[in-house]
């Protein structure tokens, strides 16, 4: 089924948010060591970043490498630690070329400083891009951006600036990595997992969540679109009833 002729393009979700998952288990299938399923899911990333320009999906937040990830084999982060390095080197010209602006998310400063490097020229390159904004959740957990917005808004508290009955949730989203970006409406995790592993805890809070066996490096355009016709069959009440939703 050609999924693409069954969207709705008024009805586009603004943010989508993607984990990633399934590349060690992809390559181990091919006989492969794990870095190779992550080389493959690049070219995943890739068509998942056409696929978001050509329906109209402004925001793409993917899980690139989380916090927890530094607990890996240190063979296998040295290996996604150079892969981001020449990943990025070598695609900041084409998603320049598409109109693609890149950020990133996370604890930038623990990466190493050749990766630091790379992205903050990608980012430079791509600034002033409007078509899709790629957002890399690198180093990145829920948990200690949180624990982070926290630490800066108990700052201003101690200084004076802030009073505590002016903390409410829009100072908390001020606070936040994401703070510049809007919630995703809809987050999709690869590989047949059923959770969201630290990603974007406050942010999801009413995001609509597809979950597909797929994995990663087998999830390319076809894919996305099914997921996005999924999500336009929900319906999205953020707390009210169905009746309040339709009456609007």
């Not at 050609?2 to 998952?21: G, L, R």
């Not at 936040?176 to 990603?199: A, C, Q, V, Y």
């Amino acid at each position: 089924m050609d999924y693409e002729t069954s969207i709705n393009k008024n009805n586009i979700p603004q943010h989508v948010a993607i984990i990633m998952d399934g590349n060690g288990r992809w390559a181990k299938k091919q006989g492969e060591d794990r870095i190779f399923g992550h080389h493959e899911g690049v070219n995943s990333v890739r068509e998942i970043v056409e696929a978001c320009g050509e329906i109209g999906v402004k925001y793409l937040t993917l899980y690139a490498f989380s916090t927890e990830n530094w607990d890996r084999p240190k063979e296998e982060v040295d290996a996604l630690m150079e892969l981001l390095v020449s990943t990025i080197s070598m695609e900041a010209q084409n998603l320049h070329k598409k109109g693609v602006k890149l950020e990133v998310i996370g604890d930038v400063l623990s990466l190493p400083l050749s990766c630091q490097k790379e992205l903050q020229q990608s980012m430079d390159l791509t600034a002033a891009n409007t078509r899709v904004t790629l957002i890399l959740a690198l180093s990145y957990s829920s948990q200690w951006e949180i624990t982070e917005a926290v630490k800066k808004i108990a700052a201003q508290v101690q200084s004076g600036h802030l009073a505590i009955k002016d903390i409410n949730p829009r100072l908390i989203e001020q606070n936040l990595n994401t703070k510049h970006f809007p919630d995703p409406e809809l987050m999709i995790r690869t590989s047949g997992e059923h959770r969201i592993s630290n990603f974007l805890l406050w942010q999801l809070a009413y995001a609509e969540f597809y979950f597909t066996d797929v994995l990663w490096p087998d999830f390319r355009k076809q894919e996305f679109f099914k997921a996005i016709a999924d999500y336009q069959q929900r319906e999205r009440r953020f707390g009210k009833t169905g009746e309040q939703i339709q009456n609007n």
